[in-house]
């Protein structure tokens, strides 16, 4: 029972790159959501989606591309990467519950730390 | 647009001493509500959940908590704390928008 895996663990960059973080899920889970946790600011959603190509923006959004093809997947692209975006993400699934509700509980990977040097 | 208020960020205790951990939101609708819990080094993983009914709910490794709708709380609680307790801990708050938003967290210390 893989779960959710996040890919790579941990990434050094230089500003002006772009990264993408992987993210796979086993369960067939209808939505997912990528967070970013910073010292002092908790968890922050930068984007999240209910199904496969359908996405919407969290409370951090700029600077991030996300894509959902396939419903096991979701990808976070960072397109030209800043210092400020030097964190730990994680990836999350949640199971849906008809409709564009889920339960809300959520199901962590292991997090993937990004350095922007 | 809801928030999420952890009243601590940093506890330190001793080992067998009481834990509350405070937890407001900003909601007026219904709302589920979890805890969090990450370990040094790993991911977040359920404490325990709220969705409807008694509103004290109890979740792994002797943590509970009660949901007090006039109050827009969510306190998390347990007897007495364990060093393996030492965490940070996430109160967070689900609506029928879909996405979760969580507090900013607090971090546990337990002495042996």
């Known amino acids: 029972d893989a779960g959710i895996t996040q890919s790579p663990r941990y990434k050094i960059t230089e500003t002006g790159r772009q990264v993408t973080l992987m993210c796979h899920q086993t369960?067939?889970?209808?939505?997912m959501f990528w967070y970013r946790q910073d010292l002092g600011h908790g968890l922050r959603l930068i984007y999240y989606s209910a199904a496969a190509d359908i996405t919407d923006k969290g409370e951090v959004p700029d600077g991030y591309v996300v894509s959902r093809s396939k419903t096991e997947n979701f990808p976070l692209t960072l397109e030209s990467a800043t210092r400020s975006q030097t964190s730990v993400y994680f990836c999350?699934?949640?199971?849906?519950?008809?409709?564009?509700?889920?339960?809300?509980?959520?199901?962590f990977g292991e997090g993937s730390r990004l350095t922007v040097l | 647009a809801q928030s999420v208020s952890q009243h601590n960020h940093h506890v330190i205790l001793s080992e067998a001493a009481s834990l509350e951990l405070g937890c407001n939101y900003s909601y007026g609708g219904t709302v589920n509500l979890f805890w969090y819990v990450q370990y040094p080094g790993q991911h977040l993983q359920l404490l325990l959940k709220?969705?409807?009914?008694?509103?004290l709910v109890k979740g792994i490794k002797g943590f509970e908590a009660e949901f007090i709708k006039s109050k827009f709380s969510f306190n998390l609680r347990k007897p007495s704390v364990q060093w393996s307790d030492t965490a940070e801990y996430f109160c967070a708050v689900n609506t029928n928008a879909g996405k979760s938003t969580f507090g900013d967290g607090t971090t546990l210390t337990v002495k042996p």
């Open positions: 369960w067939s889970h209808s939505y």
């Open positions: 709220y969705f409807s009914g008694d509103p």
């Open positions: 999350a699934s949640s199971k849906g519950t008809g409709g564009l509700i889920n339960t809300g509980e959520l199901f």
